[in-house]
């Protein structure tokens, strides 16, 4: 068991283990997730050059390096005093807006997508990613491809690299941008910002013109009324980059707004014995279990969270989408955890809008790239908002700068008590007489992928699918039945 | 198309043996280079080995893989057909023959002829800068192994001109 939940699983994103317990009428009683994600980065970090830390946890996984190494970046910049030159933080900003972009578009068609344009009850051998270009078009397909291999050069260009960037430093970035890279860049920014208007729109046209679709988004199975929580800025307006963790309460009113640095104050872990992942939980409201509502610390962040915790976009067309989600939904806060999806483009557009503004910022060719430290590093901490939520680093050097202790808050972590009960809810609607099918897998998956959990840690695999287990047990605790997939 | 031998090195720098792809790319880097072919070494997957993968006559892909059914330091080779006992695909993940299978849906000039070679390892999951020591050991023979059979690949890639 222990090989099985470990070992096969840990370099894949989005992997899990799920255990169904039945009651007597085989009517699932209790459905629980298991996610092992490695820790391990902590301890691997003690004992090394903090400097090496952006290109270090940058490998956590090669999903979202780019948050981790923004994060741990702005955790230097803290740890040696340092704020970056102006024009070094719109570089930052903006190399951080196009890896949100490219990210999120890899989830709205290829990973999320599936379920709601292909179908979530279309056979299994078309609900992937060739299923979607076969539903929207070859000509759709290219522009998505096209649009994240620009997307990933630009990003090459300024960062060095794609998936383990190289350019943040405390204090700056390593290198500027001329004024010829720029002229492309904002060319890139232009069609960026079309892209992500025409994402909104086969949005529009396949899911909510799809009534059957709208009903499950705003189905009670995926429903949830928890704290929400994420960056914005001093207007409470979406930023990935930079800002105040914000969190709303379930009736959507503020809860607290805080610094970074304050994060030890309003968010402590809770340990299960039946996972390896820890369960972040607001520390002033407390842990009271699986429950939502007011009285409980569980809370969410990612795409929804976000929009929940704020008071608007700083862009004026995602704005538009914000408003347009939010008056469809019913008002804010929206509790549905698959609105996650349609938060998710409104984020698109706010990345592309605000990557557009600036390419466009004569500043951002500015040489002035880096303040060089000078204080003798102690401790640091940075955030920023990951593409599935906020994502906090936390070091404690020597005076030399070596890691004395290192404490990583990653987004899914943050989401993981939220998670634990959309998949038991969604598994106590479905699982019905014992029956256990690949559609109810499906509908099983859906509960969490809204989130866009990324457990992983590797940067390639065969054979390139992802190994899922689930154990449904009867009542007393026997084993009656295994679906797997991809494990031995 | 280009009719150059495309050599993509995959691998996780921070996993113990995951890393194998990485360390023979770089043993072998300078050789494959003199000899005219293309060697890249990547930390990357899915549809990012398109951009590398688009427009190539021949590529060869030299990676890590556990099986379980092969000795440590041992070579399997894998044929892109043999993805399809991995079918249907899931939306979770896209690995190389998603990447293949979407280059062909979207006309993206895949290449002609794909040659995967995976190294059996012990413990990929472990982060870790050192590989187990089985690995270790084979690591001269491993390199020298590789390259046999890109010569041969290049060969016989030279003949069909």
Redesign the interface.
């Known amino acids: 068991m222990k090989e099985i939940v470990?070992?096969p699983i840990?370099?894949?994103?989005?992997h899990g283990k799920i255990i169904i317990v039945l009651d007597d009428e085989g009517n699932c009683k209790k459905a629980y997730l298991q996610i092992p994600e490695?820790r391990?980065?902590e301890k691997?970090a003690e004992g090394r050059h903090v400097e090496d830390m952006p290109q270090?946890t940058s490998?956590i996984c090669?999903v979202c390096p780019m948050a981790h190494h923004m994060a741990s970046t702005k955790t230097l910049d803290d740890l040696f005093k340092v704020q970056p030159t102006s024009p070094a933080k719109k570089i930052r900003e903006m190399v951080y807006n196009v890896f949100m972009l490219e990210d999120h578009a890899?989830h709205v068609y290829?990973?999320?997508?599936?379920?709601f344009i292909v179908g979530p009850n279309a056979p299994?051998?078309q609900?992937?990613?060739?299923g979607v270009?076969?539903k929207v078009g070859?000509e759709v397909?290219?522009k998505v491809?096209e649009m994240?291999?620009n997307l990933?050069k630009t990003n090459e260009l300024i960062a060095g690299r794609?998936?383990?960037p190289v350019f943040g430093v405390p204090g700056g970035v390593s290198r500027p941008i001329s004024a010829q890279e720029a002229e492309e860049i904002k060319k890139l920014g232009d069609e960026s910002v079309n892209f992500a208007l025409f994402t909104l729109k086969v949005f529009k046209d396949i899911v909510l013109s799809n009534k059957e679709y709208v009903d499950l988004i705003t189905s009670d199975a995926y429903t949830h009324k928890t704290y929400y929580m994420g960056l914005v800025d001093e207007k409470n307006r979406v930023n990935f980059y930079d800002g105040k963790l914000r969190v709303t309460s379930p009736s959507g009113k503020e809860f607290a707004k805080f610094d970074a640095h304050e994060y030890l104050e309003h968010i402590a872990e809770h340990v299960e014995p039946w996972t390896y992942v820890k369960f972040p939980f607001l520390k002033k409201v407390g842990w009271k279990g699986f429950v939502e509502g007011e009285d409980s610390g569980v809370m969410s962040v990612a795409p929804l969270a976000r929009l929940n915790a704020s008071d608007g976009m700083a862009t004026p067309r995602a704005q538009e989408a914000y408003e347009e989600m939010f008056k469809t939904l019913g008002g804010k806060p929206v509790h549905y955890t698959l609105a996650n999806h349609w938060a998710r483009i409104v984020e698109t557009i706010y990345a592309a809008e605000r990557f557009r503004e600036l390419a466009y910022d004569p500043e951002i060719t500015d040489p002035n790239i880096r303040n060089l430290p000078t204080a003798t590093p102690e401790a640091g901490i940075g955030v920023d908002e990951a593409p599935r939520g906020t994502l906090i680093h936390h070091y404690e050097t020597d005076a030399r700068g070596v890691v004395k202790k290192a404490n990583l808050l990653v987004a899914t972590q943050h989401n993981s008590a939220r998670m634990a009960l959309s998949v038991d809810k969604a598994a106590r609607s479905l699982i019905k007489g014992g029956k256990v099918d690949d559609g109810m897998l499906n509908m099983v998956e859906m509960a969490f992928?809204a989130y866009d959990p990324c457990h992983a840690?590797?940067?390639?695999?065969?054979?390139?699918?992802?190994p899922?287990m689930i154990d449904v047990y009867d009542e007393n605790g026997t084993l009656i039945e295994t679906v797997k997939?991809?494990l031995? | 198309m280009t009719k150059k031998l495309l050599v993509l090195f995959l691998g996780n720098s921070i996993f113990a043996d995951d890393k194998i792809g990485l360390v023979l790319g770089e043993m072998l880097k300078p050789m494959l280079e003199s000899e005219g072919h293309e060697v890249e070494i990547l930390e990357k997957t899915g549809f990012s080995l398109i951009d590398h993968l688009e427009n190539r006559r021949d590529a060869v892909i030299v990676d890590s893989v556990k099986t379980g059914k092969h000795k440590v330091g041992e070579i399997v080779t894998v044929k892109p057909e043999d993805f399809q006992q991995y079918a249907p695909l899931t939306s979770h993940y896209v690995g190389i023959p998603e990447a293949l299978k979407m280059m062909t849906q979207l006309d993206l000039n895949p290449p002609e002829q794909v040659h995967i070679f995976g190294i059996e390892v012990e413990d990929p999951y472990t982060i870790s800068e050192e590989m187990s020591q089985k690995l270790t050991v084979r690591l001269d023979e491993l390199s020298e192994e590789i390259h046999k059979n890109v010569l041969s690949i290049a060969r016989g890639a030279s003949m069909r001109e």
């Open positions: 470990i070992n840990t370099r894949l994103e989005g490695i391990g980065f691997f270090i490998r090669g890899l290829f990973l999320g997508g599936p379920d299994k051998e609900r992937n990613m060739l270009v076969a070859k397909g290219l491809i994240r291999k990933r794609t998936i383990h992928r840690c590797g940067t390639h695999t065969l054979p390139g699918s992802m899922f997939r991809n031995p």
